[in-house]
């Protein structure tokens, strides 16, 4: 049986880790605007992703301007893939 990760269960890490599974990765900007949290609120929840692994970021110019860009790791998919697998068995329950 599949378990939840805690880490991935808040919404926002959720939405976070969806959207870069369909994606190499994308600009720090691009997920603040999809996610709709401010700059502070998204860079949390990339550091504690980061901290376990699950997303990389880097840092470049684009434009002539700094960006951060930011992508989900085997680590990250493996553990996606993990709670979606918890999720449907508990919708499995429900029926």
């Not at 691009?30 to 880097?58: C, F, I, N, Q």
Request: charged share 20%; proline share 2%.
């Amino acid at each position: 049986m599949a378990t939840l990760d805690p880490l991935v269960h808040a919404p926002a890490r959720l939405q976070l880790l969806t959207t870069l599974s369909t994606v190499t990765e994308a600009e720090f900007a691009t997920l603040r605007e999809v996610l709709g949290v401010s700059d502070s609120v998204l860079s949390k929840h990339v550091a504690a992703l980061a901290g376990a692994g699950y997303v990389r970021s880097r840092k470049g110019v684009r434009a002539g301007r700094r960006t951060t860009w930011v992508a989900l790791t085997d680590t990250g998919r493996a553990a996606l893939l993990d709670h979606v697998a918890a999720l449907r068995e508990l919708i499995d329950v429900v029926g």
